[in-house]
């Protein structure tokens, strides 16, 4: 057990717009309900990158990046019951306070004060964290840290979606986008029994392993998706739709790509102002177009059931690992906003 006075190895965003630095901090001391947790593994994501970048604003610093985190119970606050030491585990990224009216209804993405680990509060790029019990969950040990550690954001994002459209087997489905969201969408939608899953890219690298997914690739650059997308239809379009690029273009086709009483779930971030024609796209087919803001942890052990089962999978070659090091992490940033395929890095400690 670490004492009192231990420094860990963590690598931390000290300056905007500079490299990630290697540093020594103090172990964090644990209150009566949090949890220290000893890093597995921790994802490298594109927001992550956003914050060294200073695109997504962060106020404090120095602050441990790191928010897709697996990893092993190291101790346990003396009112945490459900966790005990060496256990295998994964956290939801996500503090909130677990009194407010969002948090008590299962809403916590929109509690007042929710802080992001690895952006309000220190992250998982390091040898431990610090988080709330009631954010650490049993990682079961058929899945490795590594695939723990990155279903916590984009795989859980993509479910979150899909749950909020109310997505039913049999349905038919477009996604706009093939990144890390569009390639967890694709293997849920597929594990909830929608066969016919039509995936809207333009890069030719992901084109060609979209069907190796069991997906039907769609190339946006041979014409218009919403036209192609109702010619595999016979003239109807699909049931429900997902767009993950975040620009008004793919948001109107995934509108315009609906049939009657089709859902759009948009999740890509955007300052693009969308347009839709209020009668011939939405109301004469009874459309819905939903927005979808992060995700739950009471969604998290659907993922892991997915995963256990083989639906949700990363093959040999879409995960590399890096150490805890400030010059490998600050690499993997660089190369995370210019990448072309599912090669998610992460870091095992
Ligand atoms: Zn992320
Ligand atoms: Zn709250």
Do not use: W
């Amino acid at each position: 057990m670490p004492s009192r006075e231990a420094l860990m190895r963590a690598v931390q965003l000290v300056e905007i717009g500079a490299p990630l630095e290697d540093a020594e901090v103090s172990l964090p001391d644990i209150g009566a309900s949090e949890i220290l947790v000893r890093v597995a593994a921790c994802g490298i994501c594109h927001s992550d990158a956003h914050y060294r970048a200073g695109i997504s604003p962060i106020d404090s610093l120095p602050v441990t990046l790191g928010h897709e985190v697996a990893g092993r119970v190291e101790t346990v606050g003396r009112d945490v019951h459900h966790l005990s030491p060496k256990s295998r585990v994964y956290v939801h990224y996500l503090v909130s306070c677990g009194c407010c009216d969002f948090c008590r209804h299962g809403h916590e993405q929109f509690c007042g004060k929710g802080q992001m680990i690895g952006k309000h509060r220190d992250g998982g790029y390091a040898e431990f964290i610090k988080v709330p019990g009631r954010n650490v969950f049993v990682l079961p040990d058929a899945i490795p840290f590594e695939h723990g550690a990155i279903m916590m954001c984009s795989s859980a994002t993509a479910l979150h979606a899909l749950n909020k459209a109310r997505l039913k087997s049999d349905e038919s489905v477009a996604i706009f986008g093939f990144g890390g969201l569009g390639f967890s969408a694709l293997q849920l939608a597929k594990a909830f029994g929608c066969h016919e899953v039509y995936v809207v890219e333009i890069n030719p690298a992901k084109l060609a392993s979209i069907a190796t997914f069991g997906g039907i690739p769609v190339d946006a650059t041979a014409g218009d998706p919403v036209d192609q997308i109702r010619e595999a239809t016979g003239g109807k379009g699909v049931d429900f739709s997902i767009e993950l690029v975040g620009s008004a273009v793919t948001m109107e086709q995934a509108v315009q790509g609906l049939r009657v009483f089709g859902r759009a779930a948009l999740v890509g971030l955007t300052t693009e102002t969308m347009s839709v024609l209020p009668y011939s796209e939405v109301i004469n087919k009874e459309i819905e177009i939903i927005g979808v803001s992060d995700h739950l942890a009471a969604e998290l052990p659907l993922l892991m059931q997915l995963a256990r089962n083989g639906k949700l999978y990363f093959p040999q070659g879409t995960l590399r690992s890096i150490g805890l090091d400030a010059a490998q992490i600050n690499a993997a940033l660089d190369e995370v906003t210019k990448s072309s395929d599912h090669i998610r890095t992460v870091i095992a400690i």
